[in-house]
């Protein structure tokens, strides 16, 4: 597609959350942050500093919804959003392009491939011209229908995701170069049935660490345009879930025979990732983490991880702590984020700081791990400021710190922290609803360890009960033949 005399038209849609099917927690229309017109425009920063490939484009907002990871997205809630795309798509005009902002893990109640069906409602209504070019999460899954409904697709190379904003830019400005120089691009697609989590998959480490730096040597070839691995996402049940790879070009033999390779690459790595930081039992953690001369000492509960879809309120790791004279009935300042229960929030509230409050907590969305765990501790610490949290409060018993929010929170930041006085630097242990480290924690952190438990996004795959992915899948099927790894070109 060529277009003269006039400016391209591109329009920006999308509705982005990575949701696990083993949480029972449910996604409604208030755990997403809806956008559209100015605001839309100004989440990317390209669009503010205008490069010179923007040049010429005029970048029409439609409507963009993101939440926080959580459990799976309600068929109301899915209705309402997608609906509104597809109207606002059918009433724009003159779309030569459109990009197309997803994570790629949305779970919806009653479906199994919600982004494919999405894309192909928005192929239907866009017509077969207009180049639709989508990015998308690393942790996201790839299947037949949305490779086809799409004419570009790519995703992160990094985990943790530093290069997110990079990746969505690539997206929107290789759209603008084939909608300039014309010709649909062809898409070497292929899935690997391999389904690992993040936190072993990380980037940072190898095998990933050298598998991801063969996407960029992939790009670089003449005859390819962009090159993607996605990990899959490990905690929805779906047959979609599975690591895939798509290169995208003109040289249909290149880009058959790179796709083939990173494929295999991956495959023939399958064994030896490991995860970011080494494991064990929560009391294994712990007592390891009192004994260490090395502070902060930092300890993922890696089960109940908010930000891969957790309902965030497990009280599993709670009751253990409670139940662990090392941790309340000693000198050592241990500080727990987070525990999200508005009741819990608001008792403490009410009492006031200073006061002491009885409260049962969390347990209340997932309580198969462990029900509400009872707590009488002293409100050392309210924020009622907080744009995420909504409401956060500090409990404190004995030496132990315990956040709770009144609305799912992340604590990734030290800035999170300190809204509540609490300061994790001077802190001998640390202990975050997250799987890897973020950036900032991971430079804080003087120790670390990755603590093995339960909730909705289990690190543990083979006992959560996955029934309707594709098998032989690896790592639950160990000794599957080998996969004849064949590309499709879409």
Known sequence: ???????????????????????????????????????????????????????????????????????????????????????????????????????????????????????????????????????????????RELATALDLITCYRKAPHTDAWDTRERAARNLVARLRSGGKPKKA?????????????????????????????????????????????????????QAAVVVTGDDEDVITAEATRLAQSYWDARRDFAFVAPTGTLPECLEQAVKSAERPFFISDSGDNPTAGGAGDTSWTLDVLLRTPAIVDSELTTLYAAIVDPAAVAAAVEAGLGATVTVELGGKVDAAPHGPVPMTARVVAIDDTDPVAGTAVALAVGGLRVIVTARRKPYHLESDFLALGLRPREAEVVIVKIGYLEPELYEMAADWLLALTPGGVDQDLLRLGHVAIERPMFPFDEAMAAPALRPELL
Request: proline share 5%; aromatic share 8%; hydrophobic share 45%.
């Open 1 to 143: 597609m060529t277009t003269t005399g006039r400016k391209l038209r591109v329009g920006i849609t999308g509705i982005a959350i990575e949701s696990s099917t083993f949480s029972p927690h449910r996604s409604t229309v208030d755990d997403f942050h809806v956008t559209r017109g100015d605001e839309l425009l100004a989440r990317y920063d390209f669009l503010r500093e205008l490069p010179e490939w923007t040049d010429g484009v005029e970048w029409v907002p439609l409507v963009h919804a993101r939440s926080l990871p959580g459990g799976a997205v309600t068929e109301e809630a899915y209705a309402e959003l997608s609906g509104e795309i597809l109207e606002r798509l059918r009433a724009a005009e003159g779309l030569d392009g459109l990009f197309f902002d997803i994570h790629g893990a949305m779970s919806v109640v009653g479906r199994t491939d919600a982004e494919g069906e999405l894309a192909a409602q928005v192929r239907a209504i866009v017509g077969p011209d207009v180049l639709v070019s989508a990015s998308m999460d690393l942790h996201g899954n790839v299947s």
């Open 189 to 241: 697609w292929l899935q690997v049935p391999v389904l690992l989590p993040g936190e072993k998959t990380s980037t940072r480490l190898e095998p990933a660490k050298s598998v991801y730096a063969a996407v960029d040597e992939v790009e670089a070839l003449d005859g390819v345009l962009d090159a993607a691995i996605w990990v899959g996402y490990a905690w929805a049940d779906e047959p979609r879930c």
